[in-house]
């Protein structure tokens, strides 16, 4: 394989991965922020040092992007340097893109657990249990800010969770071919 074809998927594929982790952000917070709007507002708006003259969902976009665009580069690098395996450039490519999908979906179904996980389990517990956690006080509902939080750090989970597999795919698809 050409090695500036190589070099030149690898920078696309590394790319693509950047941005669809920060668009995958981007919409997930707007989920998330229509259940709750405190997350952000109260917590995330602080954390990211997010302008509040801003209408809040725009905010959330922000949010989510500069929240997220660093686990794309982890997972797009990983993925790059995986796809070197292929046999072409364009299979390279395309093989990266077939491992993306399978990691959106380990990511986005550990973010619907963790939503769930929060609302029927984690929310139900006594407050005083969450001294770990930072919950703003007189929050108007609790149970929608527990049950973002864990649908966040459970996105992040299914993105750790299911980047294994993106790698196997890689080689599962290279020794089908």
Do not use: C
Request: charged share 15%; aromatic share 18%; no cysteine.
């Amino acid at each position: 394989m050409n090695l500036i074809k190589k070099k030149a998927a690898f920078i696309t594929i590394l790319t693509s991965a950047i941005l669809i982790a920060s668009l995958y952000g981007a919409l997930h917070n707007q989920i998330s922020y229509s259940i709750s709007p405190e997350y952000f507002t109260r917590f995330k708006f602080q954390q990211f040092d997010i302008d509040t003259r801003l209408p809040p969902r725009i905010g959330a976009v922000f949010v989510g992007v500069r929240a997220t665009w660093w686990m794309g580069l982890l997972i797009g690098l990983i993925i790059a340097l995986t796809g070197a395996i292929q046999k072409n450039v364009k299979m390279m490519i395309r093989i990266a893109y077939e491992s993306y999908a399978l990691i959106f979906v380990f990511t986005f179904t550990a973010g619907l657990f963790g939503l769930f996980y929060g609302i029927f389990y984690l929310s139900n517990l006594d407050i005083s249990n969450f001294s770990y956690w930072y919950i703003p006080e007189n929050l108007q509902d609790i149970k929608a800010f527990i049950s973002v939080g864990e649908m966040h750090n459970f996105s992040y989970l299914g993105g750790l969770m299911g980047l294994p597999f993106g790698v196997w795919w890689q080689f599962y698809r290279r020794r089908r071919r």
